[in-house]
């Protein structure tokens, strides 16, 4: 049972223009959303996250949105530079489930220059 | 500041064996959780522990063990390995039970 999806296994940009990654969830009783960055040989940085009380959030370039009613959240990155390109994960929470994280499978991210 | 350190960062057993994997939270957490990730997937919710005690467990059989130290880093134990269990195993900290997470760049298993 696949709580949190993410449905394009790669996306690829060119430099300079926008970046959007998508995820789903089932779970009714997930309230927090979170993104992560993946490098090579490294472990997940966190990038961006929201509540649920929110439709969107921004920091810098990364802006998360969040469409309750239709179970969808996605990550716009505006411009889109080289050092973007990772694996992206999507990852939610519920109130009750502490720091666990239920994550979905990543989107590769090439930015080409 | 130190981030979270997980040790060994590679790892080669056999099929039957036991392996346990260590981590040090960052200073100041008292929160550590595992995760396995199989290669394609997403990581995958193995154990939360928080002020020593173990606050949740995700689908694993119990050959799967860990526990926390007074100190706050923690150790993951395998025992009876199966091939299904290489993977990357990444350890994540938060300072207190309900906040996000911090990873390490995790200890690569491979179980031949």
């Known amino acids: 049972d696949q709580q949190v999806k993410q449905n394009s296994p790669s996306l690829s940009v060119q430099e300079g223009r926008i970046s959007i990654l998508n995820c789903d969830y089932t779970?009714?009783?997930?309230?927090?959303f979170l993104w992560y960055k993946k490098y090579p040989a490294e472990g997940p940085t966190f990038l961006i996250s929201?509540?649920?009380?929110?439709d969107k959030n921004e920091d810098g370039r990364f802006t998360v949105f969040l469409n309750k009613s239709a179970k969808h959240l996605s990550l716009h990155i505006v411009p889109s530079q080289p050092g973007d390109s990772a694996v992206y994960f999507c990852?939610?929470?519920?109130?009750?489930?502490?720091?666990?994280?239920?994550f979905g499978e990543g989107t590769q991210l090439t930015v080409n220059p | 500041d130190a981030g979270v350190t997980q040790s060994p960062t590679h790892l080669i057993k056999t099929r039957g064996q036991q392996v346990t994997l260590r981590c040090s939270p960052i200073?100041?957490?008292?929160?550590v959780s595992w995760y396995q990730q199989v290669l394609g997937q997403g990581p995958q919710f193995i154990f939360q522990?928080?002020?020593?005690?173990?606050?949740g467990r995700g689908n694993f059989p119990d050959r799967f063990s860990a526990r926390q130290f007074p100190n706050y880093s923690s150790e993951l134990n395998v025992n009876a390995l199966l091939l299904g269990d290489s993977a990357l195993y990444l350890c994540?900290?938060?300072?207190?039970?309900?906040?996000?997470?911090?990873f390490g760049s995790g200890t690569q298993l491979s179980v031949l």
């Open positions: 994540a900290s938060s300072p207190l039970f309900n906040e996000k997470l911090f």
């Open positions: 779970n009714s009783m997930f309230d927090y």
């Open positions: 929201i509540s649920s009380i929110k």
């Open positions: 990852a939610a929470s519920g109130e009750t489930s502490g720091s666990r994280l239920t």
């Open positions: 200073s100041g957490h008292k929160s």
């Open positions: 522990y928080y002020e020593k005690e173990e606050r």
